[in-house]
């Protein structure tokens, strides 16, 4: 039987150590050093995250009531610049421009602008926007199609409108945004692809408000394409 002729190596566990030991005692300084900046680090991190950040956004969110309460009301001018006394969401996002109430103040922003007319700005704001809210989150998404479609973007609202309705898949705004795919493509004359939105509307939501009103939107399209 053949031996097997390559030397296995041996190591020398207590050799090792000993190796380590030294290493450890020869570059203490450097590692205790090392160490303190780690701890410095992290805990640094934990100070901005749950002091600083924390502080800067239970001010942020007193001030931006009002902003919120004007928006509501449609007084967009005041709800985006403020009033004299308080602060709109413009200034809102400059003074705190790190916290959720600033990211908050994106979205309202955008929408302002996007009723406005002022569709580029809207834009910008609407995709500074984060959420992973169900409904607003989506809403966000389809208000960017918005803009697009107001600019003559079709292709380009048709694509927010889809990543709208698949951004968080549920009955109140998924139909209502596969809707405004469906009827962007008719405007571009895609009418087979509106007819597989509204089936797919017809199929998976059929007891959303859009799912039991789409017959006719098919209907439609079929005949307006000679589908």
């Known amino acids: 039987m053949a031996q097997n002729t390559v030397d296995e190596p041996i190591v020398d566990v207590e050799q090792a150590l000993t190796k380590t030991e030294l290493y450890i005692e020869q570059n203490k300084k450097n590692l205790i050093t090392i160490a303190g900046i780690i701890v410095a680090v992290v805990g640094g991190y934990f100070a901005y995250k749950y002091w600083y950040v924390a502080g800067e956004e239970t001010r942020a969110r007193a001030e931006m009531y009002k902003a919120e309460d004007?928006?509501?009301?449609?007084?967009?001018?005041?709800?985006?610049?403020?009033?004299?006394?308080?602060?709109?969401?413009?200034?809102?996002?400059?003074?705190?421009?790190i916290t959720p109430s600033a990211n908050l103040a994106h979205y309202y922003l955008g929408v302002c602008l996007l009723k406005k007319g002022q569709y580029e700005e809207a834009i910008e704001h609407l995709k500074e926007f984060d959420s992973k809210d169900q409904i607003v989150g989506p809403e966000a998404t389809a208000a960017?199609?918005?803009?697009?479609?107001?600019?003559?973007?079709?292709?380009?609202?048709?694509?927010?409108?889809?990543?709208?309705?698949?951004?968080?898949?549920?009955?109140?705004?998924?139909?209502?945004f596969l809707k405004k795919a469906a009827m962007a493509n008719e405007d571009n004359g895609n009418y087979a692809d509106a007819v597989k939105l509204y089936e797919r509307i017809k199929n998976e939501f059929s007891e959303s408000p859009e799912g039991k009103d789409m017959e006719k939107y098919i209907s439609r399209a079929k005949t307006l394409g000679n589908i």
């Open 70 to 97: 004007y928006f509501g009301k449609d007084s967009l001018d005041k709800a985006m610049n403020g009033d004299g006394v308080a602060p709109g969401f413009t200034q809102i996002i400059e003074d705190y421009g």
């Open 144 to 176: 960017i199609g918005d803009a697009n479609m107001e600019l003559g973007k079709v292709d380009e609202a048709i694509t927010y409108y889809l990543k709208a309705a698949e951004q968080k898949v549920n009955p109140y705004t998924s139909p209502k």
